[in-house]
């Protein structure tokens, strides 16, 4: 693995290669940013930079031969520490930061950061899954980095900000990553043989919104299905939101316990939605003018949203309120009910009733 191998995030890798020149690294980075973009392997990259014994840091060209970067790539070297949550929990444990209930402080990333590094320099630290802490992994972890080690590099991977808490945030250099082109995406759906020709990897690309999982999920036929169904029930007058939120909630219930996968998909069809509306807002802008009465599209949206142009602001506005409350962990089956009740009202009455 080497810098050609992170693509999309030149902008990120030039910010490190200033800081290393200039000797001003911060200690503790929270990469932010859709799942499946590259944040890991841009983190794992930067600690094979730290950690590489043959070539300075700030050249950022790692030599890929020594036993450093071989243990890196193998992830097997003793100053580079990752956690990330086991397939079988739905939160990180916090023996993985502070040892068993028998030996707390004996091992775990935030006793082992605090070592003495054993071949280099520096220890590097990479905790995937940041959004996965619950309040107790996360208020361990604070006290790490209210007073970090010195000469460690501490990175948190996150696809949220909200989901993490505000002393944490702010004791953490940002970095936020933006989606991959839609041409780096095509071509790795075309590298992985995901997908069996360029017009198909093409289209996925266009719908992931920079995500490679996001396009790894579109391949489903199930969410193209549920998807249609989404958009189908949306244009029509009068929709039955009750119905809808049945037929999502059970698309979403054939993923098991996998909540991320579950959250991803409906971040997909909330977003959807939302490209619903903001198409029904360009053809409703041009009610009055010569084309209104000959553009189907135009006659559609007036039959989809009685309320017209208040009812397109309020339901987009409930889509963006319903992605940020499933970033921040609201419960899944709640939220799509309350979100396909919110719209369906809205569209008619031009406004979200409230408590």
């Known amino acids: 693995m080497n810098w050609d191998d992170v693509l999309g995030h030149d902008r990120i890798r030039e910010m490190f290669a200033t800081a290393l020149t200039k000797n001003r690294l911060a200690s503790t980075f929270l990469f932010v940013g859709p799942a499946s973009i590259g944040k890991r392997k841009l983190a ?31 992830q097997t070297h003793p100053d580079l520490l990752t956690v990330s949550k086991p397939k079988d929990k739905t939160r990180i444990p916090i023996e993985l930061l502070i040892g068993d209930g028998q030996h707390r402080m004996e091992s775990g990333l935030c006793h082992d950061i605090a070592m003495r590094p054993f071949r280099g320099q520096r220890k590097v630290a990479i905790l995937d899954d940041a959004d996965d802490l619950n309040q107790e992994g996360a208020n361990c972890l604070l006290k790490t980095l209210e007073e970090p080690p010195v000469d460690s590099v501490i990175i948190l991977i996150s696809q949220s900000e909200q989901r993490q808490l505000p002393t944490i945030r702010s004791r953490s250099q940002i970095i936020r990553f933006a989606p991959l082109p839609d041409e780096i995406v095509s ?15 093409d289209k996925l690309a266009k719908q992931s919104k920079g995500s490679l999982a996001r396009a790894d999920q579109l391949r489903d ?17 009068d929709f039955h939101s009750i119905q809808m939120a049945k037929d999502v909630s059970d698309y979403l219930t054939k993923m098991g316990d996998d909540a991320p996968k579950k959250r991803e998909a409906l971040s997909h069809l909330i977003e959807l939605a939302a490209d619903f509306y903001r198409n029904q807002l360009v053809y409703l802008t041009k009610l009055g003018t010569e084309e209104a009465s000959t553009e ?53 009455t031009g406004f979200v009733e409230t408590l």
């Open 296 to 348: 189907p599209a135009i006659r559609s949206a007036v039959m989809a949203i009685p309320a017209g142009l208040d009812g397109v602001a309020a339901c987009l506005e409930r889509c963006a309120e319903a992605e940020i409350q499933l970033n921040a962990n609201a419960n899944i089956a709640t939220l799509v009910e309350a979100w396909l009740d919110d719209l369906a009202t809205a569209s008619r």
């Open 221 to 237: 036929e199930g969410l193209q299905g549920i998807a249609e169904v989404l958009l189908s029930t949306l244009a029509k007058r």
């Open 187 to 201: 071509n790795l759906l075309l590298e992985l043989q995901w997908v069996a020709d360029k017009s198909e990897a």
């Open 44 to 74: 794992l990259m930067l600690a094979k930079t730290l950690l590489c014994q043959n070539v300075p840091a700030y050249h950022m060209r790692p030599c890929g031969n020594c036993e450093d970067c071989k243990q890196v790539d193998a």
